[in-house]
Structures are given as C-alpha cells and as structure tokens.
C-alpha cells in the first residue's frame, strides 16, 4: 500500500526563461540552464513509497538528492517548486496544502533527518529534550509519558541512557545521529526522510549507526527514503533505488537488481568508482 508518493516533482534556482527542462538533464550533461542560467536541481521526478519499505536515492553531488528530499518531506526551501505530494490519510496535493496541514503531518507522520546535525538539532539542549520536543508540540501531556519514550528510544538507537540530561553538544558525532533518528522515529511517523545519514561520521560508526536503523526501521515498520552519494548507504538499507544525475532521475528498480546488472552507463560508472 503506497503511504507517500510524489509526481513531477521540480524544484528550479533562478529565475527560469521556459526552455530550462528541456536545455538540461542527462542528455544535455548539465543543470544549468545555458540560456538564463537557472539551476534545474531536479525535473519530472515521480515516485511512490509503500508502507515499510526503504527508498534509496544515490547519485553524485549536485545530482539534485536534497532538493528531492526537501520537496518530499515538504521543506518550503528556496526556489521555485512544482509537483504534487501525496500521503495517505490527506486529502490533495501537500505541496499547496496550508501550514496547519503540514504542521499535522510533520508532527504525525512524516519526519526529516537533515543532512548537517545543526539543522536538525539544538545543541544546546540536552539529548532528550531535543527528541521530547516533538511529542509536546504534538500536543502530547504527560511528561512522564514521553520522558518513557525517549528512554526506550534512546535504549533502541543505542544511546546511552544516563546521558539523557547532557546537552547534545557534548555527544561523538555518531550519539548525535542517533538522537536525529530518535527524534525524527519519537512520534511514529509512516515515513522518515534521511538526508544523507552518515555525514560527518567514520567507517565504523556509520556501519553500526545504519545497522541500528535498519534494526528499528523494520520492528517498527516505519517507511523510509535514504538519500545518499554513497552506494554502500543504499545498498545497506535499500529495497528500492532510484539514481540521479543531473537533476533526473536515469535509473530506477531493486536496489540489488541496479547494483548487479546496472543499466545506465551513469550507474555503471558509480558502482564500479564503489568498489
Ligand atoms: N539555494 C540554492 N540556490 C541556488 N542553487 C542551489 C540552491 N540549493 C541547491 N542548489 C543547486 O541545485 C543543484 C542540486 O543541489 P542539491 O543540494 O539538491 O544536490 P545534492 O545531490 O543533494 O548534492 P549534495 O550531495 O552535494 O548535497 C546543485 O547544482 C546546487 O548547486
């Protein structure tokens, strides 16, 4: 059953002349378009996620992955944007919907791991008041209740439980990422979009940080898009997978299907720099 799907999605930088779409893209090799200069981040993009599955979107820098993620998890970002959203349970087109409704859903539903901690925590505040904060913007009472949750999310992701109370700015890189995806999962959202989850982290601690998500991602059966420039994040977590370039979308199937037989000489070329 599909929980979240998007259809045309575009989002352009710039002040667009009319011929940016078709002057860009994989066939023309750039996103910028050559007469007005307008950046094409992404065109056209379509997808669909199912209840519990995991949508992997790889491709080079620049390749228009956060603009993707920004249009699906609903950011405003800067730019002009087009395209339609859809979640189950909400009626119409999400990306005109009004900031109560995606209010509602951001608090319920649907939540963005940013790719720069910064952005998505305030280091100020400890650990588990960052994740708190969601459920009582949600309306929730009882501060017992979700001091209860953050605990046993916090046990779930591997976070130290006695550093709760310290702010998070003094946690590793990896705590910190734990305590994002904790407070993206606090309020049992359908869909969680990640932006580029291991930024900032080693080797070692980005295997055991994806490993524990996909751990809690599958027992709570919480849908997911993983956007990354890094094959082995998609491979790791993804069902499915979509490649970009150039702000288009060039290949798309099962993530072990495009890592086997790749069709597209773009992902040929990312998979064999991979390995
Ligand atoms: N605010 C902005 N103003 C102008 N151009 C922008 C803006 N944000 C992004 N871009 C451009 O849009 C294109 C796509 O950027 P985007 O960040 O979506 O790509 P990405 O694949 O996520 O890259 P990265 O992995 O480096 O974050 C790039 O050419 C980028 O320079």
Request: a negative charge; hydrophobic letters at 35%; charged letters at 25%.
């Amino acid at each position: 059953m599909t929980v979240l799907s998007g259809t045309g999605l575009t989002r352009l930088y710039g002040d667009p002349c009319g011929d940016c779409e078709s002057l860009t893209g994989d066939d023309a090799g750039r996103n910028r378009c050559p007469a007005c200069g307008t950046i094409v981040a992404c065109a056209d993009v379509s997808l669909d996620i199912e209840r519990g599955e995991v949508l992997g979107v790889v491709g080079e820098s620049g390749s228009g992955k956060s603009s993707l993620a920004e249009l699906l998890a609903l950011e405003r970002g800067e730019g002009h944007s087009r395209g339609s959203v859809r979640f189950d349970g909400y009626e119409g087109n999400l990306l005109e919907s009004d900031y109560d409704t995606r209010t509602r859903l951001r608090n319920d539903d649907l939540a963005l791991v940013h790719q720069h901690i910064r952005d998505g925590l305030t280091l100020s505040f400890s650990g588990g008041g960052n994740v708190a904060e969601k459920p009582l913007a949600a309306g929730e009472r009882s501060f017992e209740a979700v001091r209860e949750r953050v605990r046993s999310l916090f046990e779930q992701l591997e976070v130290p439980v006695d550093r709760m109370d310290d702010p998070a700015e003094t946690y590793s890189g990896g705590m910190q990422r734990r305590v994002q995806l904790a407070r993206a999962l606090v309020t049992d959202p359908a869909v969680v979009v990640l932006d580029e989850p291991t930024t900032g982290l080693d080797v070692s601690v980005q295997a055991r940080v994806l490993d524990t998500f996909r751990r809690v991602q599958r027992e709570r059966g919480v849908a997911a898009v993983v956007v990354s420039h890094d094959l082995g994040v998609v491979r790791l977590l993804a069902d499915r997978t979509l490649v970009m370039r150039h702000g288009r979308v060039v290949e798309r199937g099962l993530t072990d299907r495009i890592l086997e037989d790749p069709h597209h000489a773009y992902t040929q070329q990312l998979i064999n720099s991979t390995l």
